[in-house]
Antibody
Framework: QVTLKESGPVLVKPTETLTLTCTVS??????????VSWIRQPPGKALEWLAH???????SYSTSLKSRLTISKDTSKSQVVLTMTNMDPVDTATYYC????????????WGKGTTVTVSS | SYVLTQPPSVSVAPGKTARITCGGNNIGSKSVHWYQQKPGQAPVLVIYYDSDRPSGIPERFSGSNSGNTATLTISRVEAGDEADYYCQVWDSSSDHRGVFGGGTKLTVL
């Protein structure tokens, strides 16, 4: 059974750096063309794609957030990590990770999400 | 960057057919994926590669894609279909970035 689980702080202060971890099971991050995306959703708003990383270490970032995001993976731990610097209250959202089983594939399995609030 | 446009809301009576559109420049040349999201839950894939259905998704869900519009069609709508629906593509002209539409709230009257 394929599962993804997001973890990280519930509350961060403005200007701090957010670090989120996506722990996967049921598949390997080293499988050919396997990828993981991060997506967020502010309260009451639409989904926003943030970044992805593939098994060959190919990475891509949202144009508007590229300067603040870093995505990496630890295949041995089955984890994908997203860091976002200089957090602001507008970054308050539920953050999801999702599996991408190929470079043009859909995000076929999603984690339940983790809610992050940015407040002093 | 590539933009996907969805109507904010669609309303339909039970048993009727709902059509949710997703507009984008020459979207017919891209593969479109559709997600259903119910309140408080993570999105679920309902249509991929324009018209394929994952296992477990009812045949009532179908998709099409041509020209500048992709469409998610839900036949014989049920109360349980009430949700937000998002279309998504990969923008191969821009570092293969993900793009979501703004979402459509489907209301079952």
């Amino acid at each position: 059974q394929v599962t993804l689980k997001e973890s990280g702080p519930v509350l961060v202060k403005p200007t701090e750096t957010l670090t989120l971890t996506c722990t996967v099971s049921g598949f390997s991050l080293s499988n050919a063309r396997m990828g993981v995306s991060w997506i967020r959703q502010p309260p009451g708003k639409a989904l926003e794609w943030l970044a992805h990383i593939f098994s060959n270490d190919e990475k891509s970032y949202s144009t508007s957030l590229k300067s603040r995001l870093t995505i990496s993976k630890d295949t041995s731990k089955s984890q994908v990590v997203l860091t976002m610097t200089n957090m602001d209250p507008v970054d308050t959202a539920t953050y999801y990770c999702a599996r991408i089983p190929g470079t043009s594939s859909p995000m076929d399995v999603w984690g339940k999400g983790t809610t992050v609030t940015v407040s002093s | 960057s590539y933009v996907l446009t969805q109507p904010p809301s669609v309303s339909v009576a039970p048993g009727k057919t709902a059509r949710i559109t997703c507009g984008g420049n020459n979207i017919g040349s891209k593969s479109v994926h559709w997600y259903q999201q119910k309140p408080g839950q993570a999105p679920v894939l309902v249509i991929y590669y324009d018209s394929d259905r994952p296992s477990g998704i009812p045949e009532r869900f179908s998709g099409s894609n041509s020209g500048n519009t992709a469409t998610l069609t839900i036949s014989r709508v049920e109360a349980g279909d009430e949700a937000d629906y998002y279309c998504q593509v990969w923008d191969s002209s821009s570092d293969h970035r993900g793009v979501f539409g703004g979402g459509t709230k489907l209301t079952v009257l």
